[in-house]
């Protein structure tokens, strides 16, 4: 089981966001982070915990081992309002957390 | 350029049964496992399944096991989902899905544009 914390978090633009995620078991280092917005299906952000995908831009950062993984967004701006999704694949089923929705304050 | 168009959603009957449908292109289809991921109205994504690149193996999600069988044709690039069994929470949109920069096992950085089935009671 994959759990994500916060549900919603209201920032101001130009705020940082840092968002959670804790397995319920080791997943090593082999976590994914995604961006979805409305109507969209998903865009790979980070893999293998630290990882940028291709074309995301630095202000996208991960952290973290085993349980215990974290997303930090930087100076967020109009287009990273979204939801965030954490997916491991050390194990399987592969699982998602339930997603931490980013909103303007 | 990478595609990944599903289709075969809609509306079906409770106890129903559907066969989604997932074209690739722009990419050498054997060489990776795909995947289907769901997402119900309003909610998180949802794995439901993998199938190896050449077939020899999957796995299912809890939910979907012994209802739902993946399979794929790779003389014609295509995935494929078929759903039998169909309860109302499998209402979703369904997405296809793979990890070009990682043999598909893994994580995802392609996924389709999804399809979406309705369960009626």
């Known amino acids: 089981v994959m759990a994500q914390s916060p549900a919603t978090l209201s920032v101001s633009p130009g705020e940082r966001a840092t968002l959670s995620c804790r397995a319920s078991?080791?997943?090593?280092?082999?976590l994914a982070w995604y961006q979805q917005k409305p109507g969209q299906a998903p865009r790979l952000l980070i893999y293998?915990?630290?990882t940028r995908a291709p074309g995301i831009p630095a202000k996208f950062s991960g952290r973290g081992s085993g349980t215990e993984f974290s997303l930090t967004i930087s100076s967020l701006q109009s287009e990273d309002f979204a939801v965030y999704y954490c997916q491991q694949y050390n194990n399987w089923p592969r699982t998602f957390g339930q997603g931490s929705k980013v909103e303007i304050k | 350029e990478v595609q990944l168009v599903e289709s075969g959603g809609g509306l079906v009957e409770f106890g129903g049964s559907l066969r989604l449908s997932c074209a690739a292109s722009?990419?050498?289809?054997?060489?990776?496992?795909m995947s289907w991921v769901r997402q119900a109205p309003g909610k998180g994504l949802e794995w439901v399944s993998i199938?190896?690149?050449?077939?020899?193996?999957?796995f299912y999600a809890e939910s979907v096991k012994g209802r739902f069988t993946i399979s794929r044709d790779n003389f014609q690039n295509t995935l494929n989902l078929h759903m039998n069994s169909l309860r109302a929470e499998d209402t979703a949109i369904y997405y296809c899905a793979t990890g070009i920069s990682n043999n598909g096992n893994f994580y995802y950085d392609y996924w389709g544009l999804g399809t979406l089935v309705t369960v009626s009671s």
């Open positions: 199938i190896s690149d050449r077939g020899g193996w999957t």
């Open positions: 078991q080791s997943v090593g280092g082999n």
């Open positions: 293998d915990a630290s």
């Open positions: 722009g990419f050498t289809f054997n060489n990776y496992a």
